[in-house]
């Protein structure tokens, strides 16, 4: 009995459980504990740096493309595609300078890049494009007449060049943008369109409007289909039955 009494005080004996070792490392951790936290807040606020600066990024870009976007909106429906053209007109007067330098027909290099399918293609869709369909309304024949008008316009691809550099994005309104006043054309342009309207002017004066009925012609029907009949028959024989005419109208006929 007194033998375990011995050997359990032995056991909570400090000096037998190597108690110089665990004081030792209970002295080490209150030096080191303060260290790791302040590691380990420095990284968190580094990350919460970064994601704020992410944050601001992604709002900046938002506002740029909401406001490209409405920008967009407000341009006319074809604006894209007027802009390529004019674009592509650009690139073509530039090729042309760049063959007239070195002595080359343009019209000639510009076929050897063309393919057989689509110079084949494009005299296909030549030949349907714009059919003569003859009078439908009068808003089709104003339609086709503003096509006409209009292709005739050579415009000057160089003022135009000199007009994008000197007003840059201005030069392509918007809904916002005040137009009146802020224009003055050329006296090239000016007399251009002078000429043209003198010369529509002089070809309407040309015309001669057809009229369904003449109000002092005798009266020699009973209804449009014998009206028709008889003109018909003024055509073909009225050279024949004229004096016959004359003759009952003065009733001197035998």
């Not at 033998?3 to 070792?21: R, T, Y």
């Not at 003022?159 to 030069?171: P, R, T």
Request: proline fraction near 4%.
């Amino acid at each position: 009995m007194a033998a375990a009494v011995s050997a359990l005080s032995g056991l909570g004996d400090p000096e037998l459980d190597g108690g110089d070792s665990s004081g030792s490392e209970d002295e080490a951790r209150p030096g080191t504990a303060p260290a790791a936290a302040a590691q380990k807040r420095e990284e968190r606020l580094r990350k919460f740096r970064e994601l704020h600066m992410k944050l601001n990024e992604a709002r900046k870009l938002n506002h740029q493309e909401v406001v490209e976007e409405d920008k967009r909106l407000k341009l006319p429906a074809n604006w894209e595609a007027k802009k390529a053209r004019l674009e592509w007109k650009l690139k073509e007067e530039e090729k042309k300078k760049e063959c007239a330098a070195r002595g080359e027909d343009y019209e000639q290099v510009k076929l050897l890049e063309i393919s057989a399918e689509d110079a084949d293609r494009w005299e296909r869709k030549k030949k349907r494009k714009n059919p003569d369909l003859g009078f439908s309304d009068y808003a089709a024949a104003q339609l086709r007449q503003y096509q006409r008008l209009t292709r005739q316009i050579k415009p000057d691809l160089e003022q135009y060049q000199q007009l994008k550099e000197q007003y840059g994005e201005a030069l392509y309104p918007t809904a916002d943008s005040l137009l009146h006043g802020t224009h003055v054309p050329s006296k090239e342009g000016v007399d251009r369109m002078v000429a043209d309207l003198e010369k529509q002017i002089e070809k309407r004066e040309k015309y001669s409007r057809r009229r369904p009925y003449n109000d002092d012609a005798d009266i020699d029907y009973i209804n449009e289909r014998n009206a028709k009949f008889n003109k018909k028959a003024e055509r073909f024989y009225g050279k024949y039955t004229a004096e016959i005419k004359q003759n009952l109208e003065r009733g001197t006929a035998v």
